[in-house]
């Protein structure tokens, strides 16, 4: 399938953006605009014979091979979605995070039905693994924190879940390595490396990096077998992700509990002592959240501008589902 420029720098940003935002996936973006099955081409065609080609010095080749004009615009798309994310996004993550979250519902809301009606044949084995496919979303984005290990092997296999984590629309690979208990270690590592270039962080990071490359590497490939072999239930399964996932975009959560980053503790949160600590500084970081109704909110709900976030995230998906953006000039 041919993309445009435009369109795929747009979907780039789309994906920068997401990103930013804690508990959003880029997986999910991509799902959503109908570059996912490209994308994973791109990084499953990174192979033995794309290593040949690059020690070969065979550029051309080695370029058409991960449809690099098609990485080249994506890539550089997520790269300005990733700036106005920091300095858009965050602004709007940080005054009016109800609101924001109600567009992005509307987004992923809107998005499991178009989804599947990209299945071929809606049957009974189908429904269940859509089911299957929201549980596991749900339970994954309700599980709390666990305390960490710097032991190679384990980091390395947090590297693997992450990343792959990142791939699956619907779940955030950030969420995944806190949920292990590292993100309290491979942050700070980094840090200190850049500073110090301590020899002791450089193999930490590097054990983790590693691992980041086996899981996407080898969970595209997975991913896109799947696809190849079993499409409508891998539709299934993704957009089941995807609607569990609302879980943890839900507008409307009181933080339970919280991250000193400094001090690697976690600290409980209610009512009367939430207006102890400033969610919005640097140093702390909110792991954990209940879903409550407006009433029950510690902050101001915002219900009309969060109901009108939610609509126009309806309606950009049914422009989305009208377009023809997907079938445009090559790239």
Request: glycine share 10%; hydrophobic share 50%; with cysteine.
């Amino acid at each position: 399938m041919n993309f445009s420029k435009l369109g795929l720098i747009l979907r780039g940003m789309a994906m920068g953006v997401a990103e930013v935002i804690p508990g959003v996936s880029g997986g999910t973006i991509a799902f959503i605009t109908g570059i996912y099955k490209a994308l994973l081409d791109s990084i499953k065609a990174v192979d033995h014979n794309f290593i040949g080609l690059l020690l070969g010095f065979r550029i051309k080749e080695m370029w058409a091979k991960i449809n690099g004009n098609f990485l080249l615009w994506l890539i550089g798309g997520m790269l300005g979605g990733i700036l106005v994310g920091v300095f858009g996004v965050t602004y709007l993550l940080e005054q009016y995070p109800e609101v924001l979250w109600g567009l992005f519902f509307g987004l992923i809301l809107a998005s499991v039905p178009l989804m599947l009606s990209q299945m071929k044949n809606k049957s009974g084995n189908a429904i269940l693994l859509f089911v299957l496919g929201a549980i596991i979303a749900y339970g994954v984005t309700s599980l709390s924190p666990s305390e960490g290990s710097t032991n190679y092997l384990y980091v390395f296999a947090a590297g693997v879940i992450a990343i792959s984590a990142l791939v699956l629309p619907g779940i955030s690979g950030s969420f995944i390595l806190l949920l292990m208990g590292l993100y309290t270690t491979i942050i700070p590592t980094l840090k200190n490396f850049l500073k110090t270039q301590d020899l002791s962080d450089f193999i930490l990071l590097a054990v983790f990096g590693m691992g980041c490359l086996t899981g996407l590497l080898g969970f595209s490939r997975l991913v896109s077998a799947a696809f190849e072999k079993y499409h409508d239930a891998t539709i299934a399964v993704l957009s089941g992700f995807m609607l569990g996932s609302l879980n943890k975009i839900w507008p409307w959560r009181n933080p339970v509990t919280i991250l000193n980053k400094d001090k690697a503790s976690f600290i409980s949160l209610d009512k009367t002592s939430i207006s102890d600590y400033d969610l919005l500084d640097d140093g702390i970081k909110i792991v954990k959240e209940d879903n409550v109704f407006p009433s029950d909110y510690f902050f101001e709900p915002r219900i009309l501008l969060v109901m009108l976030a939610f609509l126009l995230g309806l309606f950009l998906i049914f422009l989305l589902s009208r377009s023809n953006l997907s079938k445009v000039d090559s790239v």
